[in-house]
């Protein structure tokens, strides 16, 4: 079966104590399990694992509407849309038509402040997984499971769920230490209701690489858990993006360990899918080049997530192609920015399946000059509600297309760049450091880009820091990682590099490099008196 067991969300989410203070926590259904009765049976603890994991996909226990955060949307709290939403929308990549849509205006024009709906959103969802995994690890101790009569057979299969719980927690803190810089720290031995002190980058990076180092050796090997749940890949990922980044989050360069958690993975079993669009379909969790998904279906799962925004976005206002992705479409909600489009010019991107923009024939302009204008900018056809077989999804309204958080291609170009860096390339000076096997890996994509032909690979001549970003926008487009990437860049905030409608100016203009990191919510500091507000907000 394609999506794993979310019953526990009726207990968890109808529980929960308010992990951040600044919202209350309600119950939707009136038919939900104690404790006591839930954690009875082996059973019990793995309906419970599947509510730590529901609440990367889920936003409520009712419809798609229903939300266990009182007071806020659950349109602007589904944990994908709202990382989707600060990682690209705030990038050179999309736009989005619809600025209405509370939230979305400030996101894409760079000038959000710390009353921004979407931020609070992110905050108090990711805050959530915290407060959910807390309670596992709670329930799931020795003690408990001795004096609840749990087999020494199932008290091994939870000691795995465990270490699966702490992987997600520690995933949980490591976008609060990429968006926020910060956050209120609370593990399993607070007591509920603790408001937690305010930990910082470093102290939260120690904490994720102690605790992911902890759990790795005792994880499902890579490709041999259930789909929809962590392996030892998930794990590494996430300290190989740690370590990739460890000079913006802690101010010292970790780029070998980069390079060692990259081969671990690389080396763990995934493939490349050999057509590369496939990695975003409705039966994506097939691809053997996922690593971690957020799930979707159209049916047991119906969300306002990530790809279904995107995919019902990526419809055009004019070409009315909802067909064409198995959806019904939102009238050109989205729609790509210049720069982005840009990066597919040349000769050697004629055949690249990776370029799948159009401009209706010519009749849609590539400048954005009204952001309200669904009739501007190039669309895009990257994602799909169809299988690789072509059949639609079960729902044209919310897709079956599962959200790829991390894959192979990333692992590759990660480690092409960690060893450059570590070689001695810097934004400054582009030398040329790629060795043999970083070139391997970024021709293993552009040939897999070009239908198994090497005609646009590239040499060690050809390749520079300049290609790595570029070449990662052209891999990895809509996947959460654009923000990430230009920070380390330095091409974020200042003005290294400017984009359509940067800092709310049509041609863009630079920003201050306060905006790297995102405020914390007002809500949430007024409620936590340990947190203080980040630099310039």
């Not at 710390?114 to 992110?122: F, Q, R, T, V, Y």
């Amino acid at each position: 079966m394609k999506k794993i067991n979310f019953i526990y969300l009726l207990f968890a989410f109808a529980t929960l104590q308010s992990c951040t203070g600044d919202l209350d926590v309600v119950a939707e259904d009136s038919k939900i399990l104690s404790p006591e009765q839930l954690f009875s049976t082996p059973l019990g603890y793995k309906q419970a694992l599947g509510g730590v994991y529901g609440n990367l996909s889920l936003t409520g226990t009712g419809d798609a509407g229903s939300s266990f955060l009182q007071g806020i949307d659950a349109g602007t709290s589904q944990f994908g849309r709202c990382m989707w939403y600060l990682q690209d929308l705030t990038t050179d990549e999309v736009v989005w038509t619809y600025e209405n849509d509370e939230g979305t205006a400030e996101l894409q024009r760079n000038t959000w402040t710390s009353a921004n709906p979407i931020l609070l959103g992110m905050f108090s969802r990711t805050m959530a997984e915290v407060a959910l995994a807390n309670d596992f690890l709670r329930q799931s101790t020795p003690e408990l499971l001795s004096s609840r009569g749990i087999s020494t057979t199932d008290v091994a299969e939870i000691n795995i769920y465990r270490n699966e719980v702490r992987v997600l927690r520690a995933f949980a803190y490591y976008n609060m230490m990429d968006l926020f810089g910060k956050a209120p720290f609370i593990t399993e031995n607070d007591p509920l209701n603790f408001k937690g002190p305010q930990y910082d980058r470093q102290q939260l990076f120690t904490f994720i690489e102690t605790e992911l180092n902890a759990v790795i050796p005792n994880l499902k090997a890579a490709r041999t858990n259930e789909y929809g749940r962590l392996d030892k890949a998930m794990a590494q990922m996430i300290l190989a993006k740690m370590y990739l980044n460890a000079q913006v989050y802690i101010g010292t360069p970790k780029y070998a360990v980069c390079m060692a958690k990259c081969s671990d993975v690389i080396g763990g079993g995934y493939i490349l899918k050999t057509n590369y669009l496939d990695n975003f379909k409705a039966d994506n969790q097939t691809s053997s080049e996922m690593i971690f998904t957020l799930q979707s279906d159209g049916v047991k799962t119906q969300n306002y997530g990530a790809t279904t925004v995107m995919i019902n976005g990526q419809v055009g206002s004019v070409e009315g192609n909802g067909a064409e992705f198995g959806v019904g479409g939102w009238g050109g909600a989205l729609r790509l920015r210049k720069q982005f489009v840009q990066k597919f010019d040349g000769a050697e991107f004629v055949t690249d399946v990776r370029k799948t923009y159009t401009s209706n024939s010519g009749s849609r302009p590539i400048d954005i000059a009204t952001l309200t204008n669904a009739g501007q900018g190039y669309i895009l056809h990257k994602f799909s509600n169809k299988t690789v077989a072509g059949v639609a999804g079960v729902n044209s309204a919310f897709v079956d297309t599962d959200f790829p958080l991390f894959r192979l291609a990333d692992a590759y170009l990660m480690y092409a760049e960690a060893q450059m860096r570590k070689d001695g390339a810097t934004n400054t000076n582009n030398a040329t450091t790629a060795n043999a096997q970083s070139l391997t890996y970024i021709n293993a994509l552009r040939q897999r880009a070009n239908s198994g032909s090497a005609s646009a690979n590239v040499t060690q001549m050809q390749v520079n820091l300049d290609f790595i970003i570029e070449e990662r926008a052209r891999e990895l487009h809509w996947e959460g990682h654009r923000r990430q990437d230009l920070i380390r860049f330095n091409k974020y905030g200042g003005g290294n590099y400017n984009w359509a409608w940067k800092g709310n100016i049509p041609n863009g203009t630079s920003f201050s490099s306060n905006l790297n990191v995102f405020p914390l919510p007002t809500a949430s500091i007024i409620a936590n008196p340990n947190l203080t507000q980040n630099t310039g907000y």
